[in-house]
């Protein structure tokens, strides 16, 4: 049997970075990822908290330098409505610019800083099961040429993303809260010649229903993902390929329709149902959840990849403490306070499909510091306690909820 200090499975952005961390700390560190790299994502627009965690793993530089397309903030259209966060006009302190990239060569990117840093990566390597029973955990693992084997670890960190493996393994799954809603999305040449700030993610509420968007993400080169998310019922009307359902609920929107009207749809449309989930916890004897692995939202508010890097920062910091011979509380001090942050995400994606935080964002009598407030939890400072959108979520987002539906 294999052994490892550090067993950490998928190469995702919270592994790899994960990875990059725990080396920083001397240890050792294998990484199991089921696929082979590069493979295509979504969750493709990053917030600029994300910049602080890939300024901690010394993997910033390598993501600049891959010119990825600048983002400096978010936009949202809705029904000829729109309105516009500038990210570095925000209240907590922080980056305020971060990048909007094709997450098969940022994936790629940080897993092969993970490497440099000196930890190995074994691609098509499946983890089949789990063992917490003994001294250490222990993973079977299926090879890529069919034989499995097993590797002991002192501690493993679940990065799996939606392959979420240990809570399959470990039956940790319990239902979302949320509706089953589903998105299809493809990249296509975008054709924009005007009319588009590329610096920021634009969001575009359906004309008919607030709880339909599109999300529009442009790339470096004239290239941009597109995606609709909606209600799985909803998305099921359209027939024909997801190409064809993608483009038929664009035309739905005119404002959408116009801005790529010399769009090139040179790339298949793909769909996901069901993303939204939960789990009954995010740690365990040997083990934590990072990022999707543990729970996932939505993709509205671009929240996937700084919760996958918070999630790593935190448990790496504990596991330096756990090597150094402290007794760690992971619930109190992991679980807890990643929640937290999660939290507050989640109160905004709630108002967001109910139509109370559309009715916020697009109020046309905006004061600054609200306005600052909700710009720093767009750009993912969502564990910013001096915050009051932070501090206290519910009873401030239902007050502006009810100020801005009076007029």
Known sequence: MESTEVLIIGAGPSGALAAALLRQQGRAVLI???EQF??????E???????????QADMLRAVVEQGFQFKNGAAFMRDGLYTEFDFRDKHSAGWGTTYQVQRSVFDTV?????????AQIRYQHEVTGVDLEGAQPVVSVRHPEGYSYQVSAQFILDASGFGRILPRLLKLETPSNFPVRGAIFTHIQDGIETGFDRNKIRITVHPQHCDVWFWTIPFSGGRCSLGVVSGASYLDQYQGSDTERLQAIVAEDPSLQKLLSNATWDTPA???????????SLCGKGYALLGNAGEFLDPVFSSGVTIAFKSASLACGLLQRQFAGETVDWQADYSVPLKKGVDTFRAFVESWYAGGFQQIIFYPKQQPDIKRMISAILAGYAWDLSNPLVKDTARRLAALETLCSQD
């Open 32 to 34: 199991l990822e089921r």
């Open 38 to 43: 590069p493979r295509f994502s979504i969750g």
């Open 45 to 55: 627009s990053l917030l600029p908290q994300s910049m602080a965690y890939l300024e």
């Open 110 to 118: 940080l897993a092969n800083e993970a490497e440099r840093f000196g």
């Open 270 to 280: 793909r769909h996901i149902t069901g993303y939204s989930a939960n789990v009954a």
